[in-house]
């Protein structure tokens, strides 16, 4: 049976895992890389589908859906025994949908044909 791993302290394991990191082993450091981005990129497009499927265009309502569906995912993750439940994985989903959130406003004029000027 395996355990449930928690980590509630935020950047702790981000930074832990990271300074133990063998400067040789660039598998690990293409691990560690990889994690943190992908939990970033994973969440960028969320913005632009609530926009266009949902019509939700509001930043507070965009974050807290996105809060609430990195937050269930972690907490499966938790409650399965499958991998670990992380704050920062929060977080990194989080700057991912505001990051997404900002691109998409930045390119609303590109795709409903507006041009200024």
């Known amino acids: 049976m395996s355990d449930r791993h928690l980590t509630v302290v935020p950047l702790k394991s981000t ?8 400067g040789n082993e660039h598998h690990e450091l293409f691990n560690y890389y990889t994690n943190l981005i992908g939990n970033i990129v994973l969440f960028l497009p969320l913005p632009f589908f609530l926009a266009c499927l949902a019509g939700i265009k509001s930043f507070k309502k965009i974050f807290l859906i996105s809060f609430i569906l990195s937050l269930s995912v972690e907490l499966l993750q938790f409650v ?38």
């Open 15 to 22: 930074i832990n895992n990271f300074m133990e990191i063998d």
């Open 80 to 117: 399965f025994k499958r991998g670990v439940a992380d704050i920062d994985d929060i977080l990194l989903n989080l700057l991912g949908a505001t990051t997404g959130f900002f691109i998409n406003r930045l390119l609303w004029p590109v795709k409903t044909g507006i041009h200024s000027g």
